[in-house]
Nanobody, 125 residues
Framework: QVQLVESGGGLVQAGGSLRLSCAASGRTAGSYGMGWFRQAPGKEREFVAVIMWRGGTIVYADSVKGRFTISRDNAKNTVFLQMNSLKPEDTAIYYC??????????????????WGQGTQVTVSS
């Protein structure tokens, strides 16, 4: 089992920045990937970004490319999502996800077995 705990959400004005963190604990050894997804009110959960623990391959959703940066701290089993130039449409609950069997940076929700509880990000106009 892997436990994921997100932090760093909050309220920010459009154009501002936030940094989300996701700390993984439990059976984190081995090759796996960690991703960020988000779900806005009334919408389906969507892919934001993913980073592979080995090799560091990164993939972003087109909607956040150039504004968001995903990174990791191997020693602390933590992944970060730096969000700059935030827009009101970025408002959502952001979820961290992980899976030990990922062999490629998947955008699919079904590829991830472990999920955090989510952290609210609200961007005011």
């Amino acid at each position: 089992q892997v436990q994921l705990v997100e932090s760093g959400g909050g309220l920010v004005q459009a154009g501002g920045s936030l940094r989300l963190s996701c700390a993984a604990s439990g059976r984190t050894a081995g090759s796996y990937g960690m991703g960020w997804f988000r779900q806005a009110p009334g919408k389906e959960r969507e892919f934001v970004a993913v980073i592979m623990w080995r090799g560091g391959t990164i993939v972003y959703a087109d909607s956040v490319k150039g504004r968001f940066t995903i990174s990791r701290d191997n020693a602390k089993n933590t992944v970060f999502l730096q969000m700059n130039s935030l827009k009101p449409e970025d408002t959502a609950i952001y979820y961290c996800a992980a899976d030990a069997a990922l062999t490629y940076p998947s955008r699919s929700l079904g590829a991830y077995a472990y999920w955090g509880q989510g952290t609210q990000v609200t961007v005011s106009s």
